[in-house]
Nanobody, 123 residues
């Protein structure tokens, strides 16, 4: 059974930085494309970023381009999301997801999900 565990969320002031991690166990991490999604209070889950299995290709939503970076370390079975210049509108629960079958941007195309980690940006 594949398990995804997010960590690194917290409270940060606007303009600050935070890195969230997603550790994967029980599967072959290096064969999965991976993604990050977020869901703010009262909002739908939305795509943030995705990365190919090798890490050679990355995809970022326009709302985070230039501020967020997605990366992975296949030796550590871990994916990261480095978030810089955070804004109040980035406040959300951040979820990692694995093994998309179709669009990188569709959350329901992913096979595996973590429980999420809260990121709160104070203005």
């Amino acid at each position: 059974q594949v398990q995804l565990v997010e960590s690194g969320g917290g409270l940060v002031q606007a303009g600050g930085s935070l890195r969230v991690s997603c550790e994967v166990s029980g599967g072959t991490f290096g064969s999965y494309g991976m993604g990050w999604f977020r869901q703010g209070a009262g909002k739908e889950r939305e795509f943030v970023a995705a990365i190919s299995a090798s890490g050679g290709s990355t995809f970022l939503d326009d709302s985070v381009k230039g501020r967020f970076t997605i990366s992975r370390d296949n030796a550590k079975n871990t994916m990261y999301l480095q978030m810089n210049n955070l804004k109040a509108e980035d406040t959300a629960v951040y979820f990692c997801a694995g093994d998309p079958d179709g669009s990188w941007r569709r959350w329901d195309d992913y096979s595996f999900w973590g429980q999420g980690t809260q990121v709160t940006v104070s203005s």
